[in-house]
């Protein structure tokens, strides 16, 4: 159980154009869903925090207007690059938790981004 | 910063050998996670430990975790080619009404056959 996916496994999309990214909990109800950023060979480091049916929270220096963040249902998060340019080349991870507090996070397997 | 910081960075062993992370951590923790990330893939939850437990052990890994020192570590016995990963430890950040994991900067293990 808990299984998390994420679509597309990989984009490669054109400077100037947005690219969405969705993020599934396939068998729990995710209260909660994060979204992070993982550069080449470095950590992962967290962008935003959604709550279903309320506006994401960002982490600071993540351009809301840029990363845009949908959490409309328990089941799917999606996370929109908008106007996407080469240094938003990276790989992006979610993951998901059954309620808020202190619960396990259970992650999707990531979506390759490259902007040319 | 909050992210904490892992050593080695990378580490290369024999298969058969076993291998040793170290994590540091700045803030107080109610729990310690140790995650496994393949290359270019999500991230493998392999064990929390409590930061009233002292040792967990799970398999062939072991984990320690010394409160006072903000340090915990992870050790995997007789290693094999498939442990060739990154590890990465993250701790849990509570804010309101959601915990967030700060993670660790990683050591990129090889282990060769």
């Known amino acids: 159980g808990a299984v998390v996916s994420q679509h597309p496994s990989w984009v490669i999309c054109k400077s100037g154009t947005s690219v969405k990214i969705e993020c599934r909990s396939l068998d729990f109800q995710a209260t909660t869903m994060f979204w992070y950023r993982q550069f080449p060979k470095q950590s992962l480091m967290l962008m935003a925090t959604?709550?279903?049916?309320?506006?994401?929270?960002?982490e600071q220096g993540v351009e809301k207007d840029k990363f845009l963040i949908n959490h409309a249902s328990l089941t799917l998060s999606t996370l929109t690059v908008t106007s996407a340019h080469p240094e938003d080349s990276s790989f992006y991870i979610c993951?998901?938790?059954?309620?808020?507090?202190?619960?396990?996070?259970?992650f999707g397997p990531g979506t390759r981004l490259t902007v040319t | 910063s909050q992210q904490g910081e892992e050593d080695p960075q990378a580490l290369s062993i024999q298969e058969g050998e076993n291998a040793t992370m170290n994590c540091s951590y700045k803030t107080s923790i109610n729990n310690l996670q140790w995650y496994r990330q393949n290359s270019g893939r999500g991230l493998v939850h392999l064990i929390l430990?409590?930061?009233?437990?002292r040792e967990k052990h799970s398999g062939r890994l072991r984990v320690t975790l010394d409160t006072s020192k903000k340090s915990s570590s992870l050790l995997i016995t007789a290693s094999r080619a498939a442990d060739t990963a990154s590890y990465f430890c993250?701790?849990?950040?509570?804010?309101?009404?959601?915990?967030?994991?700060?993670f660790g900067t990683g050591t990129l293990l090889a282990v060769q056959p």
């Open positions: 993951s998901a938790s059954e309620g808020s507090g202190p619960r396990e996070q259970y």
């Open positions: 430990i409590r930061s009233n437990e």
């Open positions: 959604s709550n279903e049916g309320s506006k994401a929270t960002y």
């Open positions: 993250a701790t849990v950040l509570y804010g309101g009404a959601t915990n967030k994991l700060i």
